[in-house]
């Protein structure tokens, strides 16, 4: 499982902790996870982000890893690195997984991911480390989105209650379009939290992550689920579920 330590990817990783205490506790195996982000602790990131001045200068994924695992007493790993076709051919192990979670800021970077985990699928097809799903998470200043995927078809059990559905579409792929004309093109960094906060609203990243993250815990505990994402508005509280439908219907 993979994770982005951005503002929405900072808040997903404390809540797949919480996920992962409340999954062995029911006598599940818990979750194992990974972290990639190359990026530096900046004095921007303070407030949004649950960084504090002392990490300054540290890799996010390292301050993010290690404070979990002494806090919940995980054996989690962190890579200092981007999630690139680049280190794909060296880091083929660390980056085998059933469940991807990207949380990112640029149209790219999607197709980028969705390039490699189709590579990845491939290659360890079969395997305990086969790719299953990708749950991808976008934000603008106040709205956002959270989108799961399949990757590929899953066999579903046979239902005479419910239409199983075994396939769903990248966000690449269903919302390619819309993907390219929303990207604004501006990654400029930001050297305040004020400044920051211009670009994202203070709690738009923790209530995605929060509802994103509850999408994971009822296809874990539930074994279904009858949604497949969301869009969400904070401005004006809104939030819009995205149904689960099959990508073409039985004759």
Known sequence: MFNWGGGTGNRVLTELAT???ALTALGHGGVQVTLFDDDIIKIANFGRQRFSRSETGL?????????CNRFFGTNWKAVTQKFTMNAYSVLTQEMAANIYISCVDTVKARFDIAKIIKCIKTVAEHQRDEPLYWL?????RDS??????????????KSTKYLPVGELAFITEEYHDLLWQSEKGDNTSTCSLAEALQNQDLYINGSLAEMGCSLLWNLFRDGM?????????????????IKIRPLSYPA
């Open 19 to 21: 996920m992962n205490e």
């Open 225 to 241: 689920i009858e949604n497949k994402g969301f869009f969400h508005n904070l401005k004006n509280f809104r939030t819009l579920p």
């Open 136 to 140: 991808d998470f976008g934000n603008s």
């Open 144 to 157: 956002g989105q959270a989108i799961l995927a399949t990757v590929g078809e899953i066999e579903q059990p």
């Open 59 to 67: 890799y996010k994924a390292a301050a993010l890893i290690n404070r």
